[in-house]
């Protein structure tokens, strides 16, 4: 009995030395807080049960007041523990407040296990308990810890940071996260800080490193970039200012907030004129103003470029837009029903232009752009509804259209008169190429082709697989020649129609490799020219082939091309090469391509592999031997352009030379070519984000 009284004693004796230390050191912690925090609440609970809640007005070593019900109250020290929050909804209840105290008594004890379920049982009857959170987070940390007491911290940090100070946890977590790579987790501790320390000495310095971390080692722009922007405008004096004023400028063009990024580019040039990043600044305008379609301002920055740095690879850098500021580009700004462009064909001076929502007309002339609007308006109209133009065929007396799903239109430009060709009528639906000559229009439609027979009454003959030798019915495109009629379907098959016997034929090569698939044909200066591409090799190139079929040769262009819709977006255009022959020793110098350093997509090595036999468009066709073999039929040299979503050059057939390689990467969004015509000195090349043109003189 004596024990047992001794004991209890001694444990009430405990209580009252343990709850004095408590008050005196939250009594110390909230006078240093009282100047920053301008209002404290407090819990009083008292030895005999009673509980007060009120606003916290100051205290000794020996009494402490507080406002309670409009009165102030002083009470005495000894016989009461407090409790301080910010927010009165965290004030805990008698059941959670006697498991937290009786935790506080246990780690007094040094039995921190015990005592952590206590904490754990008053955070189970109170979730929202920073006091009992912060003493979790304590005990996690002590065991190293480190996610647990991070959580913990976290809790409390959201629930009421004003009355516990964790920077110097989270600031150890986030170095300790750091200094192992972790930047997730470094940046994930400042922006704690960040966030609910906002005025902590630490802070300017967290802004920067933080915005740093999340741009450059995290690559999350939208994180960074507004950390970024408010660390430069609180805190501009510090020694990282410069990195991240040019940071902020970068990201801006990269996100697409270009009239932002010329904005900062320009004021960080103004105020670092001797920065490392100074070139790199001036670059980036350059390419935001080419974006924007400022192209003198483009030039501008890229010639000053250019004629000040002694970087070669700056150098270069600047020489290739200098490059591109040789580009225009028009989009639905300019005139153009809508920016994809599908089609486009020369007419004289003028250009027809064929989009997904109608056809247009521009006269070019004088090196202006004026849209051509009442013949337009009259062909757009032919219609129910604006037609998806696909196809454009044009010469003096007439204009035809073909469209996707309402057949083709017909233009007569000497009576003005417009007729559709409906499927309702029975005309296909999709009409994909048009070609036409003097005597015979033809349709490349997804179920056939089609021939017009001029001057005849008789409707037009229908050629598909079930009612003819046509190797394939998804036709996308062909051309005529005065003896044939060659075509390419939809998986790369080649068929050709004798326009005299009026028979078709499979076309074959061995020039053309098990793997290609034919893309595109098109005709230059008595050439047939065909585009390919072979996903296995991961190349693309042309092939060329006098009219008949005949001597055909095969070219890689590019190699190491993963993107399939690279590979097949290739387009060719060429002329007879008139230019005078060189020496032979010029000629092997010219060889490779100038361009073969600044892309990946580029023809290293230019193969041609020529065709040892009979073209087999013939399957049964028997040639005869010559008694005395015939001489090599000498090639016909051409000049062609080439475009493809990553390049534009010209190739001279004759002397190897690749000249004038641009990358027209002007246009908003990714570039996708879609269709090339050269006329009147310059290139214009469909895209799907409008129609580009410059000058190949």
């Not at 209002?39 to 205290?59: A, S």
């Not at 005495?76 to 209840?93: A, C, I, K, N």
């Not at 994180?223 to 004096?237: K, N, V």
């Not at 790199?280 to 483009?298: C, D, F, M, P």
Request: glycine share 6%; hydrophobic share 40%.
């Amino acid at each position: 009995m004596l024990h047992q009284t001794f004991r209890k004693k001694t444990q009430t004796k405990k209580q009252k030395t343990y709850r004095l230390f408590v008050l005196i050191i939250s009594v110390a912690l909230f006078i240093c807080q009282s100047s920053v925090y301008s209002q404290q609440y407090v819990v009083v609970d008292g030895e005999n049960g009673d509980r007060l809640t009120g606003i916290w007005r100051g205290g000794t070593e020996t009494h402490f007041e507080i406002e309670y019900n409009g009165q102030v109250l002083r009470l005495p020290v000894t016989g009461y523990s407090l409790d301080f929050t910010s927010d009165t909804t965290h004030v805990p209840d008698r059941t959670a407040a006697k498991y937290f105290r009786n935790g506080r008594m246990l780690l007094e004890l040094g039995l921190p296990e015990e005592a952590k379920g206590r904490f754990e049982a008053a955070i189970e009857e109170l979730p929202k308990y920073p006091a009992a959170h912060y003493q979790l987070g304590l005990l996690h940390k002590a065991a190293d810890d480190t996610a647990s007491a991070l959580e913990r911290f976290r809790s409390v940090a959201i629930l009421d940071a004003a009355n516990y100070d964790l920077v110097p946890f989270f600031q150890e977590f986030g170095d300790t996260a750091l200094a192992n790579d972790a930047y997730a987790e470094a940046v994930d501790n400042y922006q704690l800080i960040l966030t609910h320390y906002p005025e902590h000495p630490s802070v300017p310095e967290l802004s920067y490193i933080t915005g740093f971390l999340l741009v450059e080692q995290l690559a999350d722009a939208a994180a960074g970039l507004p950390i970024l922007e408010s660390a430069i405008a609180a805190y501009p004096d510090r020694s990282k200012h410069e990195k991240a004023f040019f940071l902020i400028g970068k990201l801006q063009a990269e996100t697409g907030r270009l009239e932002d990024a010329l904005h900062t580019l320009q004021g960080f040039l103004v105020r670092y004129p001797i920065s490392e990043w100074v070139y790199e600044a001036r670059l980036i305008r350059a390419e935001v103003n080419l974006k924007l379609g400022q192209i003198s301002a483009a030039a501008s920055e890229a010639s000053l470029i250019y004629e000040s740095s002694i970087d070669e690879t700056v150098k270069e850098r600047a020489k290739q837009i200098l490059d591109r500021t040789r580009w225009t580009v028009y989009t639905d700004a300019d005139g153009l029903p809508a920016n994809q462009i599908q089609a486009i064909v020369n007419d004289e001076t003028k250009l027809w232009i064929g989009t997904a929502e109608g056809i247009m007309l521009f006269e070019t002339a004088y090196d202006k752009w004026i849209p051509i609007e009442d013949i337009p308006q009259l062909i757009n109209s032919a219609v129910e509804t604006v037609p998806d133009v696909r196809a454009i065929a044009v010469n003096a007396q007439e204009v035809w259209i073909g469209t996707r799903s309402q057949g083709a239109i017909h233009y007569n430009r000497l009576t003005g008169e417009i007729q559709a060709y409906s499927p309702i009528d029975g005309f296909p639906a999709w009409v994909r190429d048009i070609k036409m000559d003097e005597t015979e229009i033809w349709f490349a439609t997804g179920i056939g082709a089609i021939r017009r027979i001029r001057e005849s009454l008789d409707p037009p003959l229908v050629y598909n697989v079930p009612n003819s030798q046509l190797p394939a019915d998804d036709l996308e495109t062909l051309v005529l020649t005065p003896e044939r009629v060659w075509c390419v379907s939809e998986d790369g098959v080649i068929g050709t129609f004798d326009r005299e016997i009026e028979e078709w034929y499979t076309y074959h090569s061995t020039a053309i490799r098990e793997g290609m698939t034919i893309v595109g044909i098109e005709t230059a200066a008595e050439q047939l020219l065909f585009t390919w591409f072979n996903v296995d090799e991961k190349s693309n190139g042309y092939f060329r082939a006098d009219l008949d079929g005949r001597n055909g040769k095969s070219t890689t262009l590019h190699t190491g091309v993963d993107d399939e819709n690279k590979l097949k977006n290739i387009y060719i255009r060429g002329t007879l090469d008139t230019s005078p022959v060189v020496e032979e020793a010029a000629i092997e110098e010219a060889v490779e391509a100038p361009f073969a350093e600044e892309t990946d997509i580029v023809p290293e090595e230019i193969v041609e592999i020529e065709d040892p036999s009979e073209s087999e468009f013939f399957p049964e066709m028997i040639v005869e031997e010559e008694t005395q073999p015939l001489p090599p039929t000498p090639e016909v040299p051409l000049v062609l352009w080439i475009a493809t979503n990553d390049l534009f050059y010209t190739h001279h057939t004759r002397s190897g030379a690749w000249q004038d390689t641009t990358t027209p990467q002007i246009v908003s969004g990714e570039l996708t070519i879609q269709s090339l015509v050269v006329a009147n000195n310059r290139a214009w090349i469909a895209t799907a984000n409008g129609l580009a043109t410059v000058s190949v003189q």
